[in-house]
């Protein structure tokens, strides 16, 4: 089946993974305000609860399920809740994600496979999970957050690029497989710059990372969040509407992006001199 053009927000039904805050909170608002019912999922009640609230205030049908995207049951279990509550899905919003902060060698591999429970198992799973749901759906999208470090890989972010190349990689050989078979599903992935969400200041940090060093590497990446949840959401909104198969969101992105292209294997030798400390 051929995809459509556009994607009609009104009265779809998003599923919409980490909508406490931060950029799942404000996609949440977007798409409400735009008509969608909405399926919100986070393990953070309080915060989940006044975002639906907020939601709802826009006239549409809200459900929340609070559970944490590392539990695999949790997410076998709900499609069906989602499904009673809303007879079927348009579009699922994977946001959910962590960070943690230390070089490869701090790191442990518990720590490594924590982060990628998150970041990168819980957005397979949800797939997985939602894909049924999907596919009898007239128009539908699966929407993957990744991060400019699933575009570029920097130093002491070894877990979390390593998890968001992963989301990219899957992404896009999940848009090439429902293409060649005839479906009704797009695939969006997002590559987000600095946002100022609670990510960076709420990460876990090696527990071998010196307190000095992770001081250090706080101050580093807190500088370069300038973006508003608010304007990333609009922008990814927008794009999914579009059903864009890829959404840069800032300049910052953007810049990035072509940095990339054109020094693919020595832009960090450009990029280390901003965020860096000189010697470093």
Same mark, same amino acid.
């Given at each position: 089946?051929?995809?459509?053009?556009?994607?009609?927000?009104?009265?779809?039904?998003?599923?919409?993974?980490?909508?406490?805050?931060?950029?799942?909170?404000?996609?949440?608002?977007?798409?409400?305000?735009?008509?969608?019912?909405?399926?919100?999922?986070?393990?953070?009640?309080?915060?989940?609860?006044?975002?639906?609230?907020?939601?709802?205030?826009? #006239? /549409?049908? &809200?459900?929340?399920?609070?559970?944490?995207?590392?539990?695999? @049951?949790?997410? !076998?279990? =709900?499609? +069906? *809740?989602?499904?009673?509550?809303?007879?079927?899905?348009?579009?699922?919003?994977?946001?959910?994600?962590?960070?943690?902060?230390?070089?490869?060698?701090?790191?442990?591999?518990?720590?490594?496979?924590?982060?990628?429970?998150?970041?990168?198992?819980?957005?397979?799973?949800?797939?997985?999970?939602?894909?049924?749901?999907?596919?009898?759906?007239?128009?539908?999208?699966?929407?993957?957050?990744?991060?400019?470090?699933?575009?570029?890989?920097?130093?002491?972010?070894?877990?979390?690029?390593?998890?968001?190349?992963?989301?990219?990689?899957?992404?896009?050989?999940?848009?090439?497989?429902?293409?060649?078979?005839?479906?009704?599903? #797009? /695939?969006? &992935?997002?590559?987000?710059?600095?946002?100022?969400?609670?990510? @960076?200041?709420? !990460?876990? =940090?090696? +527990? *071998?990372?010196?307190?000095?060093?992770?001081?250090?590497?706080?101050?580093?990446?807190?500088?370069?969040?300038?973006?508003?949840?608010?304007?990333?959401?609009?922008?990814?909104?927008?794009?999914?509407?579009?059903?864009?198969?890829?959404?840069?969101?800032?300049?910052?992105?953007?810049?990035?992006?072509?940095?990339?292209?054109?020094?693919?294997?020595?832009?960090?030798?450009?990029?280390?001199?901003?965020?860096?400390?000189?010697?470093?």
């Amino acid at each position: 089946m051929p995809h459509q053009p556009t994607l009609s927000l009104k009265d779809a039904v998003a599923v919409v993974t980490g909508a406490a805050g931060g950029i799942g909170g404000a996609l949440a608002l977007s798409l409400a305000r735009r008509g969608c019912q909405l399926a919100l999922a986070d393990y953070k009640a309080e915060p989940l609860a006044e975002t639906a609230a907020a939601a709802r205030a826009c #006239g /549409v049908s &809200v459900s929340e399920h609070v559970f944490d995207v590392a539990d695999a @049951a949790a997410i !076998a279990n =709900l499609p +069906a *809740a989602v499904e009673a509550r809303h007879a079927g899905t348009n579009i699922l919003v994977n946001c959910a994600g962590v960070a943690l902060g230390g070089t490869f060698a701090q790191l442990s591999l518990e720590e490594f496979e924590w982060l990628f429970q998150i970041n990168f198992w819980s957005v397979v799973r949800m797939t997985k999970a939602f894909l049924p749901l999907l596919e009898r759906a007239a128009q539908a999208q699966i929407v993957n957050i990744s991060s400019v470090f699933g575009l570029i890989g920097p130093p002491g972010q070894s877990a979390y690029a390593a998890s968001k190349f992963a989301v990219r990689g899957f992404s896009e050989v999940l848009r090439h497989e429902l293409d060649l078979a005839g479906k009704n599903i #797009g /695939v969006t &992935v997002v590559h987000p710059g600095g946002v100022r969400t609670g990510i @960076a200041k709420n !990460a876990r =940090l090696a +527990a *071998a990372l010196p307190k000095a060093d992770a001081e250090r590497m706080e101050g580093q990446w807190e500088k370069l969040l300038r973006d508003s949840p608010e304007s990333v959401a609009e922008t990814i909104v927008a794009g999914v509407a579009r059903r864009e198969k890829r959404i840069l969101c800032g300049a910052d992105a953007t810049r990035i992006d072509v940095i990339q292209r054109l020094m693919p294997v020595r832009y960090w030798d450009l990029f280390r001199k901003k965020v860096l400390p000189k010697g470093k």
